[in-house]
């Protein structure tokens, strides 16, 4: 069954490290999202890619950035993890029917 | 731009009575606007979506929800609330770029 997965699961890292998110799906989608979840806020956008080589920003892009080198993949990265990163981080992708997403199953962020 | 206000972040029905999620939209051209359910420790899923079509759509579970355009509202329904319901509640709304704007979810919590 085509999916879609994200990894680590469970991070914890140290203020000012460069931490990478992976996120890799199979249901050959051109569209793949990066949210955020927070206590209060619900789910924020932070990148948005549409297809290979393409990244937008989202709504709250600040200290994030991502690449589409291929379909399947959309790593996001943070330069320098700040307190204020500390989140549940969920990839999306879709087909293009608008508003129909996909999630993963979230990474869980702790940055101390 | 387009938002969506869920109104009351917690709430508690008893199992077998009616559940209501109040969700109501701002959009300046018409909008899609979707229900989504996250369970504990995972991502979220499609609930149901209305795109202009019947105003009163029907998703998985037994939920249904109704477009009241005069109103602004897209309220989430459903008869009789099961154990299995727990769950938080996201309503989300876009237009025609995809990009899902979601709101600050509703945590349902059932009572035996």
């Known amino acids: 069954d085509a999916e879609i997965t994200q990894s680590p699961r469970h991070k914890i890292t140290e203020t000012g490290r460069q931490v990478t998110l992976a996120c890799h799906q199979t249901?050959?989608?051109?569209?793949m999202f990066w949210y955020r979840q927070d206590l209060g806020h619900g789910l924020r956008l932070i990148h948005y890619s549409y297809g290979v080589q393409d990244t937008n920003k989202g709504e709250v892009s600040d200290g994030y950035s991502v690449s589409r080198s291929n379909t399947e993949d959309l790593p996001l990265t943070l330069e320098s993890a700040a307190s204020s990163q500390t989140s549940v981080y969920f990839c999306?992708?879709?087909?293009?029917?608008?508003?129909?997403?996909?999630f993963g199953e979230g990474s869980r962020l702790t940055v101390l | 731009a387009q938002s969506v206000t869920q109104l009351g972040s917690h709430v508690s029905v008893s199992e077998g009575a009616l559940v209501l999620l109040r969700c109501n939209y701002s959009?300046?051209?018409?909008?899609?606007l979707f229900w989504y359910v996250q369970y504990p420790n995972q991502g979220l899923q499609l609930l149901l979506k209305?795109?202009?079509?019947?105003?009163l759509v029907k998703g998985i579970n037994g939920f249904e929800a109704e477009f009241k355009k005069s109103e602004t509202s897209f309220h989430l329904t459903k008869p009789s609330a099961h154990m299995s319901d727990a769950a938080e509640y996201f309503c989300?709304?876009?237009?025609?770029?995809?990009?899902?704007?979601f709101g600050t979810g509703t945590r349902l919590t059932i009572i035996p």
């Open positions: 249901w050959n989608h051109n569209n």
């Open positions: 959009s300046s051209v018409p909008p899609y």
């Open positions: 999306a992708s879709s087909s293009g029917i608008p508003g129909e997403l996909f």
């Open positions: 989300a709304v876009t237009t025609f770029d995809e990009k899902l704007t």
């Open positions: 209305y795109t202009s079509a019947a105003t």
